[in-house]
T-cell receptor, first 117, second 115 residues
Framework: AQKITQTQPGMFVQEKEAVTLDCTYD???????LFWYKQPSSGEMIFLIY??????QNATEGRYSLNFQKARKSANLVISASQLGDSAMYFC??????????????FGQGTRLTINP | GAVVSQHPSRVICKSGTSVKIECRSL??????MFWYRQFPKKSLMLMAT?????????EQGVEKDKFLINHASLTLSTLTVTSAHPEDSSFYIC???????????FGEGSRLTVL
């Protein structure tokens, strides 16, 4: 079975500071994918960044980067230069590849990030 | 524009009635869609994998007779909450996997309130 653990229920950060959201995972799969999503109060799930288990370089997408440490089974999200609009729930998820090629996600508990002006 | 459309976004119903939620893939055909449930301030929990042309695969603890899933076409999956009760009130959200590119897209979600 796959499991994602996010140990920070809430984080408070000053605007323009960098923030790291923790995520550890457990899986018996050799090949897997790790996702981070942002969920504002509207409920939509906004894709932020993806890291494949065999990717040697850490993924980056604009202000988002993923600190992937495979041996430690951690996939922390780093947001640089935080903005007020970054306030939201953040979910880490691990994907299992199904036979039909689709990816089944297991989500962590989430971290509520609040950016203070 | 949206790749996945979910409808209705909000629904309020009386206890004992059934509610149908639709998830449409707008840009591509999808043989597999996923249905999640999210309680307030909680995480998304996978309910079932919707498979086009065959029965859905339900996660452990999810009542298949309670949550009927139909994936009759390559662009549409429906979730029907049968004989809804207040404890079924939740946020239901679907996702669609574009297997060719590995991209995952989520619907906007449907907030169900059962009175």
């Amino acid at each position: 079975a796959q499991k994602i653990t996010q140990t920070q229920p809430g984080m408070f950060v000053q605007e323009k500071e960098a923030v790291t959201l923790d995520c550890t995972y457990d899986t018996s799969d050799q090949s897997y994918g790790l996702f981070w999503y942002k969920q504002p109060s509207s409920g939509e799930m906004i894709f932020l960044i993806y890291q494949g288990s065999y990717d040697e370089q850490n993924a980056t997408e604009g202000r988002y980067s993923l600190n992937f440490q495979k041996a430690r089974k951690s996939a922390n999200l780093v947001i640089s230069a935080s903005q007020l609009g970054d306030s939201a729930m953040y979910f880490c998820a691990i994907a299992r590849l199904l036979i039909q090629g689709a990816q089944k996600l297991v989500f962590g508990q989430g971290t509520r990030l609040t950016i203070n002006p | 524009g949206a790749v996945v459309s979910q409808h209705p976004s909000r629904v309020i119903c009386k206890s004992g009635t059934s509610v149908k939620i639709e998830c449409r893939s707008l840009d591509f055909q999808a043989t597999t869609m996923f249905w999640y449930r999210q309680f307030p301030k909680k995480s998304l929990m996978l309910m079932a994998t919707s498979n086009e042309g065959s029965k859905a695969t339900y996660e452990q603890g999810v009542e298949k007779d309670k949550f009927l899933i139909n994936h009759a076409s390559l662009t549409l999956s429906t979730l029907t909450v049968t004989s809804a009760h207040p404890e079924d009130s939740s946020f239901y959200i679907c996702s669609v996997d574009r297997a060719a590119t590995g991209e995952l897209f989520f619907g906007e979600g449907s907030r169900l309130t059962v009175l």
